[in-house]
Each structure stands twice: as C-alpha cells, then as structure tokens.
C-alpha cells in the first residue's frame, strides 16, 4: 500500500520564526489534506491540497503531485501553532469511499 | 453550522465489555469514516458508511462494527474489549462517493482497564 512519510517527526521554533513541514508519498494520490490536531484531539483540516498552492492566512501549503510531495509553510509561528500537523492522502487506485492514510505527524512546538 | 460531533467525549470500560461510540456527521454531508489513533501515531483507517452501508474496511478484527442511521448519524461498536483498544477514536464525515475533504470531530477518547 501507499506510504506517507512527513519529516521532521519534531520540531521546535522560537515565535516569530518561520518553519517548512514535509509530506512525501509513495503513490499517485486523488486526496491530500493538511490536518492540525490540537491538544484535546481534534483534527483541525488546513488545507484541501491534492496538487497546486493554496495560502490561508499565516499558512501556506504547496502539493507536486508528478513528484510526490507536499509542503506545509508556516510564517510567523505563534504559540498556539504548537500541536501535531498531519498529512493524509486518498491514493488514486481507490475508487470507493476515498479513505485517507495518514502518515506519523509532525510535533511542532513554539516557545515564546 | 454545526460540525462534526462524537459522544461521549471519554469512557472507561473494562476488559472484555462491549463499547458504542456515536457520531453525528457536519450538516451537508452523507459518509461517515470512523479511525482509531493510538498514543503518538497516526490515526488509523477502521471503516466507512455511506447510504447505511459499509463501503470500505481498514484491518481491524470483526470484534469492530458500526452502522448509519437514516439521518447520517453514525455508531462505532466494540465488542470483546482488549487492552489495546485503548485510543482516541474519532469520526469523520464527508460528502458523496468517493470522498474527499473530509471534517472531523473532537473525538472519543476510550480507556480500557
């Protein structure tokens, strides 16, 4: 099966500072989101991302699809930033529900 | 509008008992996926509803069942309880088949002792 990896598996910024997160994959995908899971659980949807660049605010995210890879930019990082980002993907052989593999997640901690 | 909502919020049980979570899909939207995530992984695929049937199956035992009402709303069930069940269910829902863009909720998080 398809396989998600996002890279770092940790990372830890200084507010202020701006940050990139990766999301590789190993097949062609129909589905690509960015998720921000909060501290009481929730899966917050970012971004609705299967190829292009999208931009919301202080984030930003960018999908090549032909080369397998997403990126998640955050600018100006703040506190409440901090929490697990996820990519999950929906692989293109899948022509039922569209369920979505995630990969490990990304730990992003912001200090003041 | 409302989004995604999952009852109870937590829950203990203890091994060997028989567990139903519910959840109520965002206004608009008819599928209903259910995943199960362990401590410090990713969330994992267990199945998905979608006009009161299952369309897709991830790799968890027949011990894991659910069911779609009418109304969309949908139940996870647990039967047999293991001590590795333990882990932050959620729910999420969707529009059409298949589905993309999906919302989810804040989850129920089932400790089994």
């Known amino acids: 099966g398809i396989q998600v990896e996002q890279s770092p598996p940790d990372l830890i910024l200084q507010e202020g500072a701006n940050s990139t997160l990766r999301c590789n994959f190993s097949?062609?995908?129909?589905?690509l989101q960015w998720f921000h899971q909060n501290p009481w659980g929730q899966l917050i949807n970012l971004f609705y991302?299967?190829?292009g660049t999208k931009q919301n605010g202080r984030l930003s995210a960018t999908t090549v699809a032909t080369e397998r890879y997403s990126l998640l930019y955050i600018s100006s990082s703040q506190t409440t930033d901090s929490g697990v980002y996820f990519c999950?993907?929906?692989?293109?052989?899948?022509?039922?529900?569209?369920?979505?593999?995630f990969g490990q997640g990304t730990e992003l901690s912001v200090k003041p | 509008d409302a989004g995604v909502t999952q009852s109870p919020t937590h829950l203990i049980k203890t091994r060997g008992q028989q567990v139903t979570l519910r959840c109520s899909p965002k206004?608009?939207?008819?599928?209903v996926s259910w995943y199960q995530q362990a401590l410090g992984q990713g969330p994992q695929f267990i199945f998905q509803?979608?006009?009161?049937?299952?369309?897709q199956r991830g790799n968890f035992p027949d011990r894991f069942s659910g069911h779609q009402f009418p109304n969309y709303s949908s139940e996870l069930n647990v039967n047999a309880l293991l001590l590795g069940d333990s882990a932050l269910y959620l729910c999420?829902?969707?529009?059409?088949?298949?589905?993309?863009?999906?919302?989810f909720g804040s989850g129920t998080r089932l400790t089994v002792v």
């Open positions: 206004s608009g939207h008819d599928t």
């Open positions: 097949d062609s995908v129909n589905n």
């Open positions: 999950a993907v929906t692989p293109s052989g899948d022509n039922q529900g569209g369920k979505l593999i």
């Open positions: 999420a829902s969707s529009w059409g088949q298949p589905s993309y863009g999906y919302t």
């Open positions: 991302i299967p190829s």
């Open positions: 509803y979608y006009e009161e049937e299952e369309r």
